[in-house]
């Protein structure tokens, strides 16, 4: 594995986000490589350890003038200057949603980009965009849908088509946040009246779970992860049924069959993209319903996932060359070997939304933790999820959260469902409070 790093190290990357959790994966691999980040967090002083971080609150102290998204950071001076003072040749910026702010700062200052363009980015993602390009590619693997503005929607007309419930999609939106299940009129009815010019997409309820993978675009080739199960309708988690609260490895409750169809679909989505020019990192979404088996694709990630960081650490926990390492080498034009080995991957990270969730663990600190005999036991700070035990996990409180986001996140080597839609026994208790600290 140290080849690739060899490859890599002498290029001065600069990962912009304003969470540094997004930014993580490959810090302590590669010298060059730094994060930047808006907000403080409990992670800074543990990376610092081995890595170089810069944090702009230490500089801003004020927290409501932060730049919440990366291409304002991007543009702060204080961000600038940094990437100057630690730059022997033209940096090299990766960033996690590309966009046109972000696209501009890059050409005005001359940046190389470690990441495909708003357009490409907006030509897949987008969820209208997606199911008109795909409708003709993968029809046997989308659901029925119609696509129409809020305003035009008619509540009998919709019902006769897809019945109780049906599905509602506005084309942005993040951890399915903007997805929503309509059960009567008078829901409708209020998002229409919210969203009247809006363009959605209107599919029918699915009763299924959501399967997910991390893929890349390299060279010639479409580099594909095991699949992995995502973590929702849980309510100690969300109060949300659709909101994503997290994802494991491995899918426990699917067939080899059904594995090799994920990964047939996910060559033919690549190639797809690019055939358009896009290149690098991308995740896909599955829907596989309960009674049948059947797969639906259900949308494309067009950019670093929400799990690329973690899932680089369980990677390179076993041995691999991340995919994350292939998608900066897909930019940088250089050669890595292919992988030759494809170990079991194991882990999985939950994200708290729930205010009473958070409260109930009654964990305050970054860090370790071992369960013992339904105990828990504080460790140490550093953060290796790669290197947990069994028994283990990595507990991580938010510093600033803010309404229906993250508020916490736990990761393991250990599995965080028993099924689909159901918690293990260890994290149902560590969720509802029952452990002792």
């Known amino acids: 594995m140290k080849n690739w790093t060899d490859k890599l190290k002498n290029y001065p990357i600069f990962f912009i986000s304003p969470d540094i959790k997004r930014g993580l994966g490959v810090e302590d691999l590669l010298p060059n490589y730094h994060v930047i980040c808006s907000y403080n967090d409990p992670l800074i002083p543990v990376l610092r350890r081995y890595a170089k971080i810069f944090c702009l609150e230490e500089i801003q102290p004020d927290n409501k003038n932060l730049p919440n998204n990366s291409g304002t950071l991007l543009a702060n001076k204080h ?10 040749i033209k940096p090299f910026i990766s960033y996690f949603k590309p966009s046109l702010k972000i696209d501009y ?8 980009a470690l990441g495909n ?5 907006e030509k897949f993602e987008n969820k209208i965009n997606f199911t008109n390009v795909f409708s003709e590619i993968i029809p046997g693997f989308l659901t029925s849908f119609i696509i129409g503005r809020m305003s035009e929607l008619r509540f009998p007309k919709t019902v006769k088509k897809f019945g109780l419930p049906f599905c509602l999609q506005f084309g942005h939106g993040w951890a399915g946040k903007t997805t929503y299940f309509i059960s009567d009129e008078i829901q409708l009815n209020n998002l229409s009246k919210k969203f009247p010019q809006t363009v959605v997409k209107i599919s029918p309820y699915i009763d299924g779970f959501t399967i997910l993978n991390n893929c890349c675009l390299y060279k010639d080739k479409v580099l594909v992860s095991d699949p992995a199960v995502q973590v929702s309708g849980i309510n100690l988690l969300s109060s949300r049924e659709n909101v994503t609260c997290g994802r494991q490895w491995p899918v426990l409750s699917i067939d080899k069959s059904t594995v090799r169809g994920i990964s047939r ?5 690549g190639r797809q993209l690019s055939s358009s020019g896009y290149k690098g990192y991308f995740g896909i979404d599955f829907l596989i319903e309960k009674r049948t088996g059947r797969i639906f694709v259900s949308e494309i990630n067009a950019r670093l996932t929400a799990s690329s960081a973690f899932f680089t650490r369980l990677e390179t926990g076993n041995g691999l060359i991340p995919l994350l390492a292939y998608h900066y080498a897909a930019f940088l034009g250089l050669d890595l070997p292919r992988n030759r080995r494809k170990p079991l991957i194991s882990g999985s990270q939950v994200i708290i939304r729930e205010e009473s969730t958070k409260k109930e663990i009654k964990l305050k600190n970054f860090g370790n933790y071992q369960i013992t005999n339904n105990r828990l036991k504080y460790l140490h700070d550093n953060y290796q999820p790669e290197k947990l035990s069994d028994n283990q996990f990595i507990f991580h409180s938010e510093s600033y959260p803010r309404e229906n986001a993250e508020l916490a996140r736990i990761e393991s080597k250990m599995n965080a469902l028993s099924v689909p839609g159901k918690l293990s026994p260890w994290l149902s208790s560590l969720l509802s409070g029952k452990m002792l600290y």
């Open 79 to 88: 961000v600038q200057k940094f990437i100057q003072n630690h730059s022997a």
């Open 105 to 112: 700062l890059l050409k005005i200052n001359k940046y190389h």
């Open 117 to 121: 363009n708003y357009e490409l980015n």
């Open 265 to 269: 679909l996910s060559k033919i989505i």
